[in-house]
């Protein structure tokens, strides 16, 4: 079971409120990832981070922001929240390197947070 | 265009049923081909992944990948009421770092 814990699994607020989502992992992986997932749709990445103090944007455009001062942990920020930012949050950890066996670029998922603004 | 598309279904079948599902891309430099499965209310996790052409096989899951027409399938055997869930297929290049998704189809198996 993957060790990487995403906080508040369900969250609903009221519009120009702003919001943090929390993501941890305990696996010491080097990789971070956001995606957004809204339903029949794709994952869409919004932002990683390939280690601590380095954050890039991903490629939906997404209002949010993310920090990544320790390796464990990787929140996003939402500033001022309005309804276009209702979706589901996942973020993911992955520990990319190609060992003797093969691939191991395997992205870890929290369960989510599902966020709606009212 | 999407890079990656897939049938979003939803797919109902009776149990034991063999189930396919299938993405095809349009990118020519995805080389890593990944099937995740995601329970509802869940992270997506890792089932299988394929390296560059051809297949491989896991227990009732077989992984088909043909570079040739950007197509590739997963194949459940003797699927189970606990098979229900949303598949979705995933690739990157060379390097890994960029995954793009499929936007998953939708399973169900029937009793």
């Known amino acids: 079971e993957a060790d990487i814990y995403q906080t508040p699994r369900y969250l609903v607020i009221g519009t120009g409120k702003k919001i943090t989502l929390e993501c941890s992992q305990t696996?010491?992986?080097?990789?971070m990832y956001w995606y957004q997932q809204d339903p029949g749709m794709e994952l869409h990445l919004i932002h990683y981070?390939?280690?601590?103090?380095?954050?890039e944007k991903g490629d939906l455009s997404s209002e949010s922001t993310v920090s990544r001062i320790r390796t464990e942990h990787f929140p996003l920020t939402l500033e001022s929240a309005r309804p276009s930012h209702t979706s589901q949050y996942l973020c993911?950890?992955?520990?990319?390197?190609f060992g003797a066996g093969g691939y191991t670029g395997e992205l870890f998922f929290g369960e989510g947070s599902r966020l709606t603004v009212l | 265009q999407k890079e990656v598309e897939q049938d979003p279904g939803p797919l109902s079948v009776p149990e034991g049923a063999i189930v396919s599902l299938n993405c095809t891309y349009s990118n020519s430099a995805f080389q890593y081909f990944m099937w995740y499965r995601q329970y509802s209310r869940k992270g997506p996790e890792l089932l299988m992944y394929?390296?560059?052409?051809g297949n491989k096989e896991d227990g009732r899951f077989t992984a088909q990948v043909d570079k040739s027409s950007k197509y590739i399938s997963l194949f459940i055997r003797d699927s189970q009421p606990s098979d229900s869930a949303t598949y979705l297929c995933?690739?990157?290049?060379?390097?890994?770092?960029?995954?793009?998704f499929g936007s998953g189809t939708r399973l169900s198996i029937r009793p």
């Open positions: 394929t390296y560059s052409s």
């Open positions: 993911a950890s992955s520990e990319s390197r």
């Open positions: 981070s390939y280690g601590v103090n380095s954050t």
């Open positions: 995933a690739m990157s290049g060379s390097s890994a770092s960029k995954i793009i």
């Open positions: 696996m010491g992986h080097d990789k």
